[in-house]
């Protein structure tokens, strides 16, 4: 049964300081309800919208990053629909109805192990208010609260063809895309309702259902995987799929039928009288090329040519930014790329939480930076300490923030490669396994048991290689 999905991904344009159509504040996290407001983006009016020109810049990165075809001119339209959380009743958005006039159209992004999807469209757009639910969800709530803190904050709409056929495609992609706003400096992902996606799913050629209110993309790949299931089973009973959008209840891990789904006629676009069409200019995309930075794409790669890492080992540091940053820092620090490499994506993961990792949060509430990464691994390289001694120093130095070349020296973690310390350990591990020794009088190869001994005996600070030299010998002797 053939599935298909679409996904309308909001991203919001957290690196301005103004909002969409005024100067209100863009970031309104952690404001009084309502205080974020002034006549133009609360609606009021007689007010008139003065469009923010670095978010056109903003939406030109996006879309040349999505390798998307960018128009000589834009232009903005009035989507018309009622909902509590869109004070002016119209949201002010592009719309591709005679011409293309979004700020990008038509493009293509590869992700994971060679697949890609189409982008249709990227629109700029201003976001709605926010709805509050009393009693934390639509379901329990006796009433609802509206905060137009957010209404009017500059937000780009990223719609895609639908091209997936698996929930763990969409999530791979949606990956991507979170890697590429970081890398632009445009979003910072890690804030609550920055980056937000809608799903579109249909199955056996049946009607369109949108998927609102998904919280995460873990979440987004869940509802995705209950839809296409409800939907088949309707399907193999006869019973019509009906076009809705359904709100993800988090709580129960289903899909909640919200409202009948609207068509493009229902919102009755019309361009914007107050907002000019927007000539672009020859050098737009000119210059956005010469301000563009480093795309995750082009970072795997230098980090493959330059550093020498696996492809697999680049992609989980371009995957996410400070991931990537933090690496690069710490190479500059201690020059050893592969080994910094190891330790991060092998060792310092293992200390993230899922959560952590689901808000691109990667290293909130762990007390190192690059420079203990760096001094770890220049320890284990020079010998001080052992490998296996460094992953405990390390469990220490996530929760304590000491450097690890303090904690080695403070525990006596160092390594031993002094040959009367050596010598004593082994004589004491001969006297205690007489059988052993003769084992390996007999078989060369037994020796190594006595190294594991001696490894105990110092508690893992014995030079391996000194030793064995030491304890062959011994038994030579």
Known sequence: METKIGLEIHCQLTGLKSKLFCSCLCDYRGKEPNANTCPTCAGLPGTLPLLNRRAVEFA???????????????????????YPDLPKNFQLTQYNAHGITSIG???????????????????????????????????????????????????????TEPDFVDPKDVRDFLNKVTSIVEHLGICDT?????????????????????????????????????????????????????????????ARKVTVESRSKEEEQDYRYFPEPDIPAVALGAGFISSLQQSMPELPDARKARFI???????????????????????????????????????????????????????????AGLQIGPEHIADLAKLVEQNAINRSTAKQILAQVVRSGEMPSQVARKTQASRIDDAGALEQAIDAVFAAEPAAVQDALKNPAAANFILGKVMQHTKGRADPKATLELIRKKLQA
Not at 60 to 82: D, Q, T, V, W
Not at 107 to 132: C, F, H, M, N, T
Request: aromatic residues 8%; hydrophobic residues 35%.
């Open 60 to 82: 030109g990165m996006i879309s040349h990053a999505l390798a998307c075809a960018i128009p000589a001119e834009i232009m903005f339209y009035r989507k018309n629909y009622f």
């Open 190 to 250: 890690r804030l609550e309702g920055a980056v937000r996606c809608d799903g579109n799913v249909s199955v056996g050629g049946g009607h369109r259902v949108e998927i609102k209110n998904v919280g995460s993309f873990s979440e987004v790949e869940k509802a995705l995987r209950y839809e296409i299931t409800r939907q088949r089973t309707m399907v193999s009973r006869d019973i019509k799929v009906r076009a809705e959008t359904r709100h993800w209840d988090d």
């Open 105 to 159: 159209a038509d493009g293509k992004l590869e992700y994971g192990s060679g697949r890609s999807a189409r982008i249709r469209r990227v629109q700029l757009e201003e976001d709605p208010g926010r709805l509050v639910y009393e009693g934390g969800s639509m379901e329990k709530s006796v009433y609802t609260l509206v905060d137009y803190n957010r209404a009017g904050t500059p937000l780009v709409e990223i719609v």
């Open 305 to 363: 040519t330059s550093s020498g890492l696996s492809p697999h080992v680049a992609q989980v540091l371009i995957d996410n930014k400070d991931l990537a940053d933090f690496f690069e820092s710490a190479i500059k620090i201690y020059d050893s790329p592969k080994e910094i490499a190891n330790w991060i994506v092998t060792d310092l993961m293992g200390f993230v939480d899922e959560k952590a990792k689901e808000e691109h949060s990667m290293l």
